[in-house]
């Protein structure tokens, strides 16, 4: 495991765990008898551009409601100790910490293989969920501006789709969304993981403020765009008293509904976030730890279906409890608009040629 010798600023994961996938590992030699510093410590964030010949994910894991996701990213440089995405980066050859922050992968063709699954005769309509593994307005869809091309090609098909979002960028995409909103096409959640700016500085250090978040979920709502909060994860002795105040502040800004996932450390995520613990809150990571792996059997994660994304156990049922209540008292009478699945292929008064 590849440790810095000095903290990285604005990077939760100070490690690069060794890749499961890999059979030799490769460590940077002692700097005192090299010309050059390292490669491999330096923080800079690298964009690597490819070329998928697919861009849509078949989810079969039952406990998620959309069938199918696409990502035009990566890695992601927002860079959340606790994210399950890292485990994805090892896939591609690179390492769950440092590498998932600072190599990026970048699709500028999703757009286009989009509307060439859209145009597929056999296409039937259904919720995609955009993304549904790293941040599709992570600070690199700036430059690229992929997310709001897939928007516009969703837009030109009538179809729906779901994004959930801790990035206050995607209101630069306010006027598609709006659109999108008015033929009941849309369902945007805004993640909140924590109020308190000190941890949300340590935990998701290149995020939007609680403050900003809770600003988009009141310009969405205002916009007439379906939005709620993702209060994600709950953490155990860290945030998980914050939640009825986030549901609470979330319903007011105009949230429409909630939800909430509890921790889980699969994988290299574990020694990633154990890492990030120890070095930022010394004085209750055991507490921590002993809370997480007491909502999971004795450990820091859960892979069952239905149980892995809530726990259980009395810590993990006290937080349903809140929960619940959070959401009766402050949601009652809220929800979502479903989903129109019958304005695909067609614009106002015409039938799109779609095959």
């Known amino acids: 495991m590849e440790n810095v010798k000095t903290p990285l600023a604005g990077r939760s994961a100070q490690v690069n765990p060794s890749n499961q996938f890999l059979r030799h590992h490769f460590d940077a030699a002692d700097e005192r008898y090299m010309d050059e510093p390292a490669l491999n410590t330096a923080p800079l964030t690298q964009f690597l551009l490819e070329s998928p010949k697919t861009i849509l994910n078949r989810v079969t894991s039952p406990d998620l409601p959309m069938t199918y996701s696409l990502n035009p990213y990566q890695g992601c440089e927002h860079g959340c100790a606790y994210c399950y995405a890292r485990n994805s980066h090892e896939y591609w050859g690179f390492s769950a910490g440092l590498d998932f922050e600072r190599k990026i992968m970048v699709k500028p063709n999703a757009p286009q293989l989009l509307e060439e699954a859209l145009r597929h005769p056999k296409w039937q309509p259904q919720p995609l969920m955009l993304s549904g593994n790293t941040d ?55 993640s909140i993981t924590t109020l308190q700016e000190e941890l949300r500085r340590a935990l998701e250090p290149r995020t939007a403020t609680a403050a900003r ?22 953490i155990p002795a860290l945030n998980t008293d914050e939640l009825p ?19 889980r450390l699969n994988g290299a995520v574990g020694p990633i976030f154990e890492d990030w613990l120890w070095r930022t809150f010394p004085d209750r990571a055991n507490k921590v730890l002993r809370q997480i792996k007491a909502c999971h059997g004795g450990q820091l994660n859960d892979s069952q279906f239905g149980r892995r994304m809530r726990g259980e156990g009395p810590i993990a049922d006290l937080i349903a409890q809140m929960f619940a209540l959070a959401k009766r008292q402050h949601l009652a009478g809220r929800a979502m608009p479903d989903y129109n699945l019958q304005a695909f292929g067609q614009r106002p008064g015409q039938q799109l040629p779609l095959f």
């Open 136 to 190: 599709c307005y992570q600070p690199a869809e700036r430059q690229y501006q992929i997310t709001r091309q897939l928007l516009q090609v969703l837009l030109k098909y009538r179809h729906p789709v779901g994004l959930i979002t801790k990035n206050a960028l995607i209101l630069r995409d306010l006027d598609i969304l709006t659109e999108l909103a008015a033929q009941d096409l849309v369902h945007v959640y805004i």
């Open 213 to 234: 978040r809770l600003g988009v979920i009141g310009q969405l709502a205002g916009a007439g765009v379906p939005v709620g909060v993702m209060a994600a994860p709950m």
């Open 245 to 263: 105040a986030i549901i609470e502040q979330a319903a007011q800004a105009g949230a429409q509904a909630a939800g909430y996932t509890l921790v």
